[in-house]
């Protein structure tokens, strides 16, 4: 895969560099850790710059953004209601929970949006439910952009920092994926337990 991605923006430069991160928010296990660090090395022997790898691979981050949005419209809160009525008796869900669950993305949403941009993996896949809560498009670009060129500045720039020692970057990203991905389990775990305390309490 790495060899793969790194080729195609070698040959490429800045379209390929567009369309690795295209496919990186579509497809997420296109690492942008390997992407944006690389295109930064790339800036130090070739003809490519820094302004013209961060704008892009902030174009390509937000078409494919836009692509999940799309996809998140298209599962509305009526298609979650007729699954539950279907399977809610199985999947413990009932059409309550999905509207909560929609007024909180409202009321949080746009911030969760901006936050989860620089969260590997999740800052893919978190466009599909803004596009499933109906989030308003433009604040969803305006939050997606600033996320994402945060996030691309600061691996771009290890790139360029690092040089040909880019990939050392990849074993401090591994790491920070996982202590990202135990931050979000322990505070869902904390959720699951709050939620349930308070059913226990109603009852």
């Known amino acids: 895969m790495q060899a793969w991605v790194t080729d195609i ?6 379209l390929g560099i567009f369309l690795m991160m295209a ?9 942008s850790e390997i992407v944006l ?12 710059t820094v302004f013209g790898v961060v704008i892009a691979a902030t174009a390509g981050s937000i078409l494919g953004a836009i692509i999940l949005y799309g996809i998140g419209l298209m599962i509305d809160v009526e298609t979650l209601e007729k699954i539950v009525d279907r399977w809610g008796h199985i999947l413990r869900i009932k059409k309550e929970d999905i509207h909560k669950a929609d007024a909180w993305f409202d009321k949080y949403g746009y911030w969760t949006v901006l936050f989860c941009r620089m969260i590997p993996l999740i800052r893919s896949l978190i466009s599909i439910p803004a596009g499933m809560s109906n989030m308003k498009f433009g604040l969803f670009l305006l939050f997606t952009t600033i996320g994402t060129i945060i996030w691309n500045l600061i691996l771009i720039y290890a790139g360029v920092m690092l040089g040909a020692n880019w990939e ?3 074993g401090f990203m591994d790491l920070y994926s996982s202590i990202a991905y135990a931050i979000i389990a322990i505070t869902g775990i904390i959720l699951v337990v709050l939620y349930i305390r308070k059913l226990r309490k109603r009852k």
Request: glycine residues 10%.
């Open 9 to 14: 923006m070698e040959q490429f430069g800045y």
């Open 23 to 31: 496919l990186e928010n579509v497809f997420p296990p296109i690492p």
């Open 168 to 170: 050392n970057i990849l």
């Open 37 to 48: 660090p690389f295109g930064g090395f790339m800036t130090t022997n070739s003809d490519l």
